[in-house]
């Protein structure tokens, strides 16, 4: 589903689930069918204060009719911060009305899977626990792992219990009973199982680490942030953005994005994270080789697609459908 549809939904509950995170719960202002989607997929929420942030979609689709009822996701509270955390924990009420697109997803299931293994650190439940109960409700094999400081952090408490035992907790308070060591969770691959992973950086560091032998196409990541350690070293080349439905050669220098460059011609780019996580800015490769700097693109979607928020050319010249 392409999120370039933009809907005017209803904010029809705003809750705290924890200390720090809240849920927000959207629907049609005229109680209509939304856009579905598959679990994974994110929706980009526009927020009071001109905040624009994608935010994933926390519980499997619930259908009425051609459509879904609401779009429910769960936000925490960053000290860090933007902006957009914190419009959407002090800002936003029971009823107002926001521009939200339609869900746009680069965190899909693999079909051929013969066991998910689904990591969930912190507020990277939310993805995970669509996942989960979709895979619950078609009887399919898989394990949910949620990684949390205490049961105070611990959201989305209800559904998860409707999982059972196929939900493994691990706490961080060292008196708690639940604990998961990752290592050896991680360490034997069982055939045919594909691997899940979506939490803050450190999290996702371990895990990746401790799954270092699973072949890279049965690991599947999505990001909150860019690791720490891929900051921009300030050494990028200029290069040539070829755009093969105009005929146009956009310049694009050391210092600017390809999103920059194109938006200096006139030309918008729809855009969201600017850090290669969301997906929203990635178009068609017609032609060139890119050095990809994004997280949400496969190794095989790397072959035919591009993020223009965040990667640029190898060769001089990188030729987009656009």
């Not at 105070?152 to 907790?169: I, M, N, S, T, W």
């Not at 996702?204 to 942030?225: C, N, S």
């Not at 929203?280 to 095989?300: F, I, P, Q, S």
């Amino acid at each position: 589903m392409s999120g370039d549809r933009i809907l005017t939904l209803r904010v029809a509950a705003a809750q705290a689930l924890t200390p720090e995170i809240r849920c927000l719960e959207l629907v049609h202002p005229l109680g209509l069918p939304l856009p579905a989607y598959e679990p994974g997929a994110h929706i980009q929420i526009h927020l009071p204060g001109g905040f624009s942030r994608p935010y994933s979609l926390a519980l499997a689709p619930e259908p009425m009719g051609v459509g879904v009822r609401r779009y429910v996701v769960g936000v925490k509270r960053e000290p860090a911060s933007r902006g957009g955390s914190a419009s959407v924990h002090e800002r936003v009420a029971q009823g107002d009305l926001l521009a939200v697109s339609a869900p746009r997803n680069t965190f899909t299931i693999a079909e051929s899977a013969q066991h998910h293994l689904l990591l969930a650190g912190g507020i990277g439940l939310t993805p995970l626990l669509c996942m989960a109960q979709h895979l619950h409700a078609r009887g399919l094999p898989f394990t949910l792992c949620v990684f949390a400081r205490g049961p105070r952090q611990l959201a989305f408490e209800p559904q998860l219990k409707a999982l059972g035992d196929k939900v493994r907790l691990h706490l961080d308070e060292p008196q708690s009973p639940h604990k998961i060591a990752m290592g050896p969770l991680l360490s034997d691959r069982a055939a045919g199982t594909h691997l899940y992973l979506c939490g803050p950086a450190g999290f996702m560091a371990a895990a990746q680490q401790a799954a270092a032998q699973w072949p890279e196409e049965a690991v599947h990541l999505e990001y909150f942030a860019p690791p720490a350690s891929d900051a921009d070293d300030g050494l990028d080349e200029p290069f040539t953005l070829r755009l093969a439905r105009r005929a146009i050669d956009v310049s694009v220098a050391a210092d600017q994005t390809a999103v920059e460059a194109l938006k200096n011609w006139g030309i918008d780019v729809p855009t969201s994270c600017e850090q290669g996580i969301c997906g929203t800015c990635v178009v068609r490769l017609a032609h060139g080789e890119a050095e990809h700097r994004d997280y949400c693109l496969t190794r095989a979607d790397r072959r035919h697609k591009v993020a223009l928020c965040c990667s640029r050319a190898k060769g001089g010249v990188l030729e987009i459908d656009l």
